[in-house]
């Protein structure tokens, strides 16, 4: 159809996660609780090691200590903590998207509630998504005019269409989400 968003899209940040080794937090080594952590690029996030997040801490710490996500930076899909094979696969899924989409699909992922990113279909996200517009009208007025749908019509009954009412019967069929710019538009299901 060649339609084109109405808004410049930036690329986004990377999602980022802060590491941290619940041994150390808790104190279970030394009966001392440290706050021992850094912060990963996601797609980095399962190759991290105890050995990697310790080092040159001092603190005591054995192989099998437990590390956790403990907070996240950047647009994610989820708000919430998480082991790292689970960062690591939204990371992948950030690879897999590419950056300028990212934040409509993590858009498009909290409205349909999506929690895990193996329940992700990428394919799907790219085949519904219509681009980031200032208004849903302003996309509707675009499809429109590339459809061509009204050039058929005679001039008095394109004089007297109502775009705003068409549009609100129309978005019925769409999941519309806001944007920092706008909205970001996706056919319905």
Wanted: net charge negative.
């Amino acid at each position: 159809m060649g339609m084109k968003p109405s808004v410049a899209i930036t690329e986004p940040d990377r999602p980022r996660v802060w590491i941290g080794s619940l041994a150390a937090y808790n104190g279970s080594h030394d009966g001392v609780p440290r706050l021992i952590g850094e912060w990963y690029d996601a797609t980095d996030a399962g190759s991290v090691t105890v050995a990697d997040l310790h080092k040159g801490t001092g603190v005591p710490f054995t192989d099998d200590d437990e590390l956790w996500v403990m907070d996240l930076d950047g647009d994610w899909p989820v708000r919430t903590e998480m082991d790292l094979s689970t960062a690591a696969e939204w990371g992948s899924l950030y690879e897999e998207v590419t950056p300028t989409p990212w934040p409509a699909f993590c858009a498009l992922a909290r409205a349909e509630s999506v929690d895990d990113p193996r329940d992700v279909d990428v394919q799907r996200f790219i085949d519904r998504y219509r681009g980031e517009w200032e208004s849903f009208e302003d996309y509707v007025s675009d499809y429109i005019e590339n459809v061509g749908e009204q050039n058929s019509w005679p001039e008095e009954a394109r004089q007297y269409f109502d775009l705003a009412r068409y549009a609100r019967d129309l978005e019925h069929g769409y999941t519309v989400e806001n944007s920092p710019s706008g909205v970001y538009v996706f056919d319905g299901c």
